[in-house]
């Protein structure tokens, strides 16, 4: 199941036995100064639990449940921004790619393209990602079964592009629920791919507050923990200092100050497991 490759972002390397990868931020650009704070922060974090961590912040949240809601500063502005945490942090940046014109300009500036969940089938968003040579990181569509994503990794590798990544994000259950299932995990890894665990926004509510998607941030941790017991190669955390004055997302995201308790929760998962199998 992780005879594979791993595959290589920066100095660090993901799946196949190598250390957990984590991908933390906050949901949207807020602002630039505050966005350079966080990832300060993050870099501090990082270096005192020794982990491999991307920061990851978008730069427009093209899929808001209301049209008056806070996107983000666009493409241009928002690059400045990553290119700027990158820099100041010497960390690997992640951003969202929503359009097919944005993946040649993003991936001057980020070491990962992800791909929303909402368009993981989108070939021709695939493809523009694809052909950049960047590590592309699908989300499994909340509409997909885990099977399903064999066809976005063949439509990558038909790029040329096996640097792959594909984040677990929940399942819709009914109307505005998402439901996981720890299945998935090694199941998309037999497919030769690292699997990344999106705790965040797998406990969202879509469109609960109305004009606004809600969550349940409670429930992050139960699911991180669960995610990491069943071997997954990274775990995607959104991150705020004050979720509840944030600008997209906030029910879902973790408290800065409460992330360095929920890794190391995490990292001592990962120890058991790797114990119990050498």
Not at 44 to 63: E, Q, T
Not at 238 to 260: F, I, R, Y
Request: aromatic letters at 6%.
């Amino acid at each position: 199941m992780n005879g594979f490759s791993p595959v290589t972002i920066g100095s660090y390397r993901v799946g196949a036995g190598q250390p957990l990868l984590w991908i933390c931020g906050p949901c949207v650009i807020e602002s630039h100064d505050f966005t350079l704070q966080i990832a300060e922060d993050l870099r501090h974090l990082a270096d005192r639990l020794a982990i491999p961590l991307v920061f990851k912040a978008s730069f427009d949240k093209a899929n808001r449940s209301s049209g008056k809601s806070f996107r983000g500063p666009g493409l241009h502005e928002g690059l400045k921004t990553l290119e700027a945490v990158k820099r100041n942090t010497s960390l690997p940046v992640t951003t969202d790619v929503h359009e097919c014109h944005q993946a040649a300009a993003v991936a001057q500036v980020c070491d990962i393209l992800q791909v929303p969940a909402f368009l993981a089938r989108q070939t021709d968003l695939l493809e523009a990602c694809g052909r950049t040579g960047r590590v592309v990181n699908v989300k499994k569509g909340q509409f997909m079964a885990p099977w399903d994503m064999k066809n976005v990794a063949a439509k990558l590798a038909e790029c040329g592009n096996h640097n792959v990544l594909f984040t677990e994000r929940g399942t819709t259950f009914g109307y505005g629920w998402l439901v996981n299932d720890m299945r998935s995990i090694p199941w998309m890894q037999e497919m030769g791919i690292p699997v990344i665990f999106d705790a965040t926004h797998s406990v969202q509510k879509p469109g609960a507050l109305g004009d606004r998607t809600g969550g349940d941030r409670s429930m992050v941790p139960v699911l991180a923990r669960a995610a990491v017991a069943a071997g997954c190669d990274g775990v995607f955390l959104e991150t705020h200092p004050q979720p509840d004055d944030a600008k997209s997302d906030g029910p879902n995201m973790v408290p800065l100050a409460e992330l360095p308790n929920l890794i190391t929760t995490c990292l001592r998962l990962r120890f058991a497991l790797r114990s119990s199998n050498p």
